[in-house]
């Protein structure tokens, strides 16, 4: 009589990760901005631009110095990060929306990757479509205006947490969403108002007194600090805290994505 192995429950046949599985998922998600790169990366540069030139010629000239910075250098960073936490976010979002909507979400299901896998997976697509965007808009930067990044290394972490933090919420607004309006309205109504009121534009300390403490609360303002001194090195609040605000805030995230995929929370039928 042959004895049977023993096995441990907790180990797959294929080991404690899917490595093959879990690469081909990122590699999915990807190619899924790559392949239509004019739509997901060339116009969000084009975006960007038209962003620069256009507030750099209406209110440049005449806005003088912020934070002891010329207003076009101050507004670089802030445009670069809310165009990386755009795209990060519309990302993940899109992928698991059409999968629902097309009603082949059950082949990224039925693979044998486990909850943390597939987060995985969809975070390095958002990620990867992020930081492309990112070095791109700081390449352009820096050919246009002679703006070289202050401190590259904390641009990159800041970069990187801002596209980390939004692909997890965009998972979040995925498994949420079951229609492309609703998806619409996340937009619309959270992810462009976080991008545009957490000090893109601005120093939070022009704010109110109200608003100023208010904004204080919101991640996404600390991802744009931190982009603004890793670019320019200056910034509203300190660089340390803001890091270990945006990692808690992704952190967090990142575990609901988690928790709602282990359920099949709006994904199995």
């Known amino acids: 009589?042959?004895?049977?192995?023993?096995?441990?429950?907790?180990?797959?046949?294929?080991?404690?990760?899917?490595?093959?599985?879990?690469?081909?998922?990122?590699?999915?998600?990807?190619?899924?901005?790559?392949?239509?790169?004019?739509?997901?990366?060339?116009?969000?540069?084009?975006?960007?631009?038209?962003?620069?030139?256009?507030?750099?010629?209406?209110?440049?000239?005449?806005?003088?110095?912020?934070?002891?910075?010329?207003?076009t250098s101050f507004i670089a960073p802030g445009i670069l990060m809310m165009t990386v936490i755009q795209n990060a976010f519309a990302n993940t979002s899109s992928s698991i929306v059409i999968s629902k909507v097309q009603g082949n979400i059950v082949d990224t299901l039925m693979p044998p990757l486990a909850p943390f896998e597939l987060v995985l997976g969809y975070l390095a697509g958002g990620v990867a479509r992020g930081l492309f965007v990112a070095v791109a808009i700081a390449l352009g930067i820096w050919l246009t205006t002679g703006l070289a990044p202050a401190h590259p290394l904390v641009l990159l972490v800041f970069a990187t947490l801002g596209a980390a933090f939004l692909s997890a919420l965009g998972m979040l607004a995925g498994l949420w969403a079951n229609k492309f309006d609703q998806m619409a309205a996340i937009t619309n109504f959270l992810v462009t108002p976080l991008a545009?009121?957490?000090?893109?534009?601005?120093?939070?300390?022009?704010?109110?007194?109200?608003?100023?403490?208010?904004?204080?609360?919101?991640?996404?303002?600390?991802?744009?600090d931190g982009a603004r001194y890793g670019m320019l090195g200056v910034s509203d609040a300190a660089p340390g805290f803001g890091f270990a605000v945006a990692l808690a805030a992704t952190a967090a995230v990142l575990l609901a994505a988690w928790a709602l995929i282990r359920t099949g929370w709006r994904l199995k039928a």
């Open 196 to 224: 545009f009121l957490s000090g893109t534009f601005y120093s939070v300390q022009a704010l109110p007194p109200g608003l100023y403490e208010v904004t204080h609360f919101n991640p996404v303002f600390y991802l744009i």
């Open 1 to 71: 009589m042959t004895d049977i192995p023993h096995t441990d429950p907790g180990e797959r046949r294929f080991g404690r990760v899917n490595w093959l599985g879990l690469y081909t998922l990122c590699r999915r998600e990807v190619r899924r901005f790559t392949n239509v790169w004019t739509q997901t990366l060339l116009a969000p540069l084009v975006t960007a631009g038209l962003f620069m030139v256009i507030f750099t010629i209406a209110i440049g000239p005449r806005r003088g110095d912020v934070m002891g910075v010329p207003f």
